[in-house]
């Protein structure tokens, strides 16, 4: 039986589309957002690409609360609210991390926050008994929209080994090659690469990604 | 006709490497070190390798003065000191920049300095009339030493265009595939992603190293 999901800024296109992915490998998934109804019309949606899953759609303390492992994927400027409003709820699971703090206008430039990582502030929000891993950060929302192959590794940082080898296979089971990164410190690479990464899809004209070489797709 | 590099810590793997393949290149290189003398062995050992090479030795002031482009390639621990001592001899040049702030024993833990990132530190210390551009972090020495392909991309970061594209052209000669990464603060991601290398080679038991997905090899 899988872990029930909660995924916080579902309704957005990168949060979305993990749900989506999530659900057509068998996951049950509640979306959550601030807009109930929004959640709820997200889930239908993502239902009638997946029949045969299990959606629904919350306010986002309700998804916290419901979900067995709980994705955070909404905008940096609404990463400390969320944390706040979701604290409670989250208390003994793991936490998946997907913000980056991108500061606009000036995307493509990395301006890491003081904790050093996005990651490493919400694990100070959230206190010692939550499990925050970070993942996901560096792959184009719209590739994973797409059911193709994604040419774009996952780097899964977190404190807790086990939590993050569940992220890894989370992020397997969603179509993506992905590999432990590390302590959550690290999460401060994978965070400062997507301005990179946006910088490179300006300045080439593409949508750039990033593969680690030298391992095996299913390194474990 | 070549502009000069004085890479100083080409005593080391990877700035012998690196000085190894731009003499191979035909670049002119004086190799700088705090002890003249094993400078003067390295510049030695390269013209066994590149005996049509034009390599020589000398200290760190004195190769810094002497080169038209200057590569900073010392451990973390000697940036500082490093900094300082070639200030006045770098004075309107380009800086290539390849320290990397790790900070034994947890190499494999991201810890970026107070500045953002090593380079950051580098142009505050020799201020606004040197140009300094980041580069190599991430390429393992050892697959320098070869001749074979590199499967490591180089990212290159700086304030200053032109500065940079010169030093995407040094990396293309060395024979490596290399891509503007923007801002010099963007060089944070290229110095955090080889903790996480050096996690992955421990973990995977592997040499790791990072490809951008979605650029043709000599995209301009």
């Known amino acids: 039986m899988k872990k029930k999901?909660?995924?916080?800024?579902?309704?957005?296109?990168?949060?979305?589309?993990?749900?989506?992915?999530?659900?057509?490998?068998?996951?049950?998934?509640?979306?959550?957002?601030?807009?109930?109804?929004?959640?709820?019309?997200?889930?239908?949606?993502?239902?009638?690409?997946?029949?045969?899953?299990?959606?629904?759609g919350a306010s986002l303390e309700d998804a916290a609360r419901a979900g067995e492992i709980v994705v955070l994927s909404v905008p940096y400027a609404a990463h400390g609210v969320t944390l706040l409003a979701i604290r409670d709820a989250v208390q003994g699971k793991i936490v998946v991390d997907v913000t980056v703090p991108l500061v606009p206008p000036r995307v493509a430039r990395v301006q890491l926050p003081a904790e050093g990582a996005a990651a490493v502030a919400a694990?100070?929000?959230?206190?010692?008994?939550?499990?925050?891993?970070?993942?996901?950060?560096?792959?184009?929302?719209?590739?994973?929209?797409?059911?193709?192959?994604?040419p774009c590794d996952v780097l899964v940082c977190g404190d807790d080994k086990d939590a993050r080898a569940e992220v890894v296979t989370l992020a397997r089971d969603a179509g993506l090659r992905a590999f432990h990164g590390g302590a959550l410190a690290n999460s401060a690479a994978a965070e400062a690469l997507t301005s990179v990464l946006i910088f490179l899809n300006g300045r080439y004209r593409t949508t750039a990604g990033v593969r680690f070489t030298g391992l095996p797709d299913d390194a474990e």
Chains 1, 2 share one sequence.
């Open 5 to 56: 999901l909660a995924v916080l800024g579902g309704t957005g296109q990168e949060g979305g589309a993990l749900a989506r992915r999530w659900a057509q490998a068998g996951y049950p998934i509640v979306i959550g957002s601030r807009d109930k109804a929004r959640a709820e019309a997200k889930a239908r949606e993502i239902l009638t690409r997946a029949p045969k899953a299990a959606v629904s």
């Open 123 to 150: 694990q100070q929000a959230l206190g010692p008994d939550v499990k925050v891993v970070s993942a996901f950060q560096n792959v184009a929302a719209h590739l994973l929209d797409h059911d193709g192959e994604v």
